[in-house]
Structure formats: structure tokens, C-alpha cells
């Protein structure tokens, strides 16, 4: 095994970014690449580069640009899904009520587009949990919308 000396194994990091979309790729590359080490970051640039994506300043300004728009956001920074951490555009907001009626508690939970599909698993969880209480649960779906921020409704 060669592990490089940054404490990353560039193999294994090599493997999982080939395994990637190269819209994912972009997104951790444009919003999240300071979560990673350098040696991580120069496997994922070169990956990125091996498909032909340009990551000069002005391209990835304007991708952000673009993502901005296509992804909920919470108190100003991108929302991203309980699954997989991916960036969400779809959210799931969820108000807890006593007695079916005193609103006590509200959250929204956020989704990739692979991971909207455990929306339904998520409410059949609740609506089970909840069944045992005096309580209510009420939803609301939520979908980034380009053209609009993506802000998200504050629940209250
Ligand atoms: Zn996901």
C-alpha cells in the first residue's frame, strides 16, 4: 500500500471520486473542497480534469452562480441531504404539534435528488412513532426553485 505522506490513501480516494457523478464531483469541488486534505483535493482536481471539466475561477463562479439557484439553503449556507450530504434541492419540513393543536417543535430535513425517495420511509417513521402520543405531525414539501432564492419558509 502506498499511503502518501499527507496521511490520505490517494488509491482509495482515487477510487471512490472515479465512482462519482461529475456533477457531484463539481459540487464537492466548488462548495466543500477546504473539507478535504491537499492530497485528497489534487485526486479530485485531476479526476475532474481527466473528464474535461475546467475549474479555472470564472467557470466555477459561475457554476456556483447556477447551484445557487437550484439548491435549498439554511441560514446562508447550502442545505444538504441527511443521506449522503450531498447539496439538497428538495426538503421535507416537518411541525410537531401537542395535542393536535400547540405547535412545539418544527425542523425541515433535507434531501438529494437520489435520496428524495426515503421522503415517504421518513413520514411512515414519524407517523408510527407519534401514534403512541397525543401528538400531530404536519408536512410540507419543499423544492428549490431556480429564479427564486432558495430559502426556505421560516417555519413559525
Ligand atoms: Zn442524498
Sequence with gaps: MTASNTGID???VAAMAAEQTTGDLLDTWAFFRDEF??????????????RGVSLDDADLAAYRERRRA????????????????????NGLSVRF????LIPIWSTT????????????????????????????VRYAR???????????????
Design 109 to 136: 430535513i433535507h434531501f438529494c435528488d437520489a435520496h428524495e425517495g426515503e421522503v415517504s420511509t421518513l413520514t411512515a417513521r414519524l407517523a408510527r412513532w407519534v401514534s403512541n402520543l397525543l401528538w400531530g
Design 70 to 89: 437550484e439548491v435549498l439553503t439554511v441560514r446562508d449556507t447550502f442545505a444538504r441531504c441527511r443521506y449522503c450530504a450531498r447539496l439538497a434541492p
Design 37 to 50: 486534505e491537499d492530497g485528497a483535493q489534487a485526486v479530485l482536481a485531476s479526476e475532474l480534469a481527466c
Design 97 to 100: 404539534y401537542l395535542l393536535l
Design 10 to 12: 490517494r488509491r482509495r
Design 142 to 156: 419543499v423544492r428549490a426553485r431556480p429564479g427564486q432564492p432558495g430559502a426556505l419558509l421560516d417555519p413559525g
